[in-house]
């Protein structure tokens, strides 16, 4: 379990260095804080959720991948349309992206990663699960439901319209503030469990 935490201690100091320098979604972090209270928990990255407009060239690999528009907010209609008009001819292909919000966890072992996926699955998050399995920790993704994705132009040419993208917009901003909802059910719940234990050893 040595390295469990020394793991710990390493991914700690970089989410504080993160936070300071306002590398943390603010609206998850929260979470991520009652998260890595606990003895057998910590996390290594997330997300708070967010909507997107990302150029992606077919020849570009995923971490080239450039976005030209992004906020972890709800957002008005005219500053992602006016975005696509300036943009849409410039590059091979424009997606329009709102993506739910997302928690890497490491957990000590399978025991408290069963923990940690019944309260994400009482709260609905049902998407969520094991991602990796190793000798001294299990990573867990726990990651919300709401989810759209669509392309919106390619090779140049536009292909939607704009009372189409309105409703997409519409649509985007109602299923990130449904996500956020369920951001506090989680975290609720985590809440409930801390206050009844302070280490998860024991259970």
Not at 22 to 28: A, L, N, S
Not at 130 to 135: A, D, N, P
């Amino acid at each position: 379990m040595l390295e469990f935490y020394k793991l710990k201690e390493f991914h700690i100091r970089k989410l504080e260095e993160h936070i300071r320098e306002g590398k943390v979604d603010r609206e998850i972090i929260h979470i991520i804080k009652i998260i890595n209270r606990f003895d057998a928990f910590f996390t290594t990255s997330s997300c708070a959720g967010r909507i997107v407009l990302i150029r992606t060239p077919d020849n570009l690999k995923k971490q080239e991948k450039a976005f030209i528009f992004k906020s972890h907010q709800v957002v008005k209609f005219d500053e992602v349309w006016n975005t696509v008009l300036e943009n849409y001819n410039k590059y091979e292909n424009i997606w329009f992206k709102q993506e739910p919000f997302i928690i890497h966890v490491v957990c000590k072992n399978l025991k408290y990663a069963n923990i940690l996926l019944k309260i994400s699955s009482k709260v609905g998050l049902k998407h969520s699960g094991i991602i990796s399995l190793k000798k001294n920790r299990v990573i867990t993704e726990i990651i919300g439901n709401e989810k759209i994705e669509t392309i919106v132009s390619k090779n140049g040419k536009l292909l939607l319209t704009e009372e189409y993208l309105k409703e997409l917009v519409n649509e985007a901003n109602k299923k990130l503030l449904r996500s956020r909802v369920y951001m506090g059910r989680f975290y609720y719940e985590l809440l409930k469990l801390f206050n009844s234990y302070n280490k998860l050893e024991g259970q």
